[in-house]
T-cell receptor, first 115, second 112 residues
Framework: GAVVSQHPSRVICKSGTSVKIECRSL??????MFWYRQFPKQSLMLMATSNEGSKATYEQGVEKDKFLINHASLTLSTLTVTSAHPEDSSFYIC???????????FGSGTRLTVV | SQKIEQNSEALNIQEGKTATLTCNYT??????LQWYRQDPGRGPVFLLLIRENEKEKRKERLKVTFDTTLKQSLFHITASQPADSATYLC???????????FGKGTTLSVSS
């Protein structure tokens, strides 16, 4: 079945530094990937839609200069949290859909802690 | 305003019973609705999809219904087992290929 690999699974960084999260579709091509953020006991909130070879589409209220998304190939999208602050601490998850599947495949998530 | 509500934050049932989870939505016109399972610290895993023109779908011990008049979906797990303990998320899709819109989830605990 379709697999989406997300790395790292956990990262702790200092306030003011940048962190890159990778999301790879291992056995299918994904022209579109989605990035979500989830706070404890909250729903997954869509941050942006990542499109291969073009600019990402960001949801209202998500700072595109802070959350840089690059989708340079059909199997890789990256999310870089720039100048991270403690309030950026959250669970970040990517997803994509293989053409023949009814559901979306999610990565295992990245727990970001900014100290 | 637009809302997706999963009415119970937590549901506790005994092994062998049927768990019924509810998802209601307001001011959306979904083309389909999906249910996912999420374990702590993990990404969601797809379980079932039901389209707007379908009333019911089944997969093994799982059943989902979709009532577009009531704007509600019910998700049933029959003969529940402790291994079914997890958070279950409902998600709406307004168009094929676009991002899903998620509810907060219901955390199910099945005791033996």
């Amino acid at each position: 079945g379709a697999v989406v690999s997300q790395h790292p699974s956990r990262v702790i960084c200092k306030s003011g530094t940048s962190v890159k999260i990778e999301c790879r579709s291992l056995d299918f091509q994904a022209t579109t990937m989605f990035w979500y953020r989830q706070f404890p006991k909250q729903s997954l909130m869509l941050m942006a839609t990542s499109n291969e070879g073009s600019k990402a589409t960001y949801e209202q209220g998500v700072e595109k200069d802070k959350f840089l998304i690059n989708h340079a190939s059909l199997t890789l999208s990256t999310l870089t949290v720039t100048s991270a602050h403690p309030e950026d601490s959250s669970f970040y998850i990517c997803s994509a859909r293989e053409g023949g599947n009814p559901g979306y495949t999610f990565g295992s998530g990245t727990r970001l802690t900014v100290v | 305003s637009q809302k997706i509500e999963q009415n119970s934050e937590a549901l506790n049932i005994q092994e062998g019973k049927t768990a019924t989870l509810t998802c209601n939505y307001t001011n959306y016109s979904p083309a389909y609705l999906q249910w996912y399972r999420q374990d702590p610290g993990r990404g969601p895993v797809f379980l079932l999809l039901i389209r707007e023109n379908e009333k019911e779908k089944r997969k093994e011990r799982l059943k989902v219904t979709f009532d577009t008049t009531l704007k509600q979906s019910l998700f049933h797990i029959t003969a529940s087992q402790p291994a079914d303990s997890a958070t279950y998320l409902c998600a709406l899709g307004e168009q094929a290929g676009t991002a899903l819109i998620f509810g907060k989830g219901t955390t199910l605990s099945v005791s033996s």
